[in-house]
């Protein structure tokens, strides 16, 4: 698949076969994550690759009460890559959503279904979260997370794009 395609078949998808994802499939999306942009080239944003099922059932759990829920946020993806970045670096949020943008493109491009899961900020905030990141020796405190990047295979057909909104673009020629 050429880039521009891949730009514009990408679709969210939630609806997921339990599946597991291939380790190197996931590790080709972290490599594409990494190489994204960054501000002044600080690499503000940190990845966490969670397949663990029972951390991924945590922090669907978390995600979910946050929303006020008992439903899986995750919507049965097997994977959760979590990019957080670090809170001291102005570009902070741009960095990690240009990560969150690279992972799910890359992943279309492996033929992985993937979705971007809001409230990664929130998880990071509570003392359950912390305790996460805590284990592998990340101080939350100085992070903030920005998206949760579910990953998997689609159970059932990919969403159709909705159609463009006619003002989307403004030409100054
Ligand atoms: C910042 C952000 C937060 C999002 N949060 C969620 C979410 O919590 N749950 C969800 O199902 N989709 C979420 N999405 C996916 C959007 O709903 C999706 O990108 C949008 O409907 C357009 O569909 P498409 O990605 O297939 O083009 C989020 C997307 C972005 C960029």
Not at 126 to 144: F, R
Not at 150 to 159: F, L, N, Q, R
Request: charged share 25%.
């Amino acid at each position: 698949m050429n880039t521009l395609d891949c730009l514009t078949t990408r679709r969210s998808v939630r609806a997921y076969k339990p599946d597991a994802v291939p380790a190197e499939l996931i590790d080709k999306m972290l490599e594409a994550g990494t190489f994204a942009p960054t501000g002044m080239g600080s690499q503000s944003p940190i990845i966490v690759a969670i397949t663990n099922k029972e951390v991924r059932d945590q922090l669907s759990k978390l995600n979910a009460s946050i929303m006020g829920a008992d439903t899986d946020p995750f919507y049965g993806a097997p994977v959760v890559l979590v990019v957080l970045a670090r809170k001291d670096v102005p570009t902070h949020v741009y960095d990690g959503s240009l990560v969150m943008g690279n992972l799910l493109n890359a992943a279309h491009e492996l033929g992985l279904a993937s979705c971007w899961i809001h409230r990664a900020k929130e998880e990071f905030e509570t003392e359950e979260g912390a305790a996460i990141l805590a284990g592998l020796g990340i101080d939350a405190s100085e992070y903030e997370g920005i998206g949760n990047c579910i990953v998997g295979y689609a159970d059932g057909p990919e969403p159709e794009p909705k159609p463009r909104k006619e003002d989307y673009v403004y030409r100054i020629a």
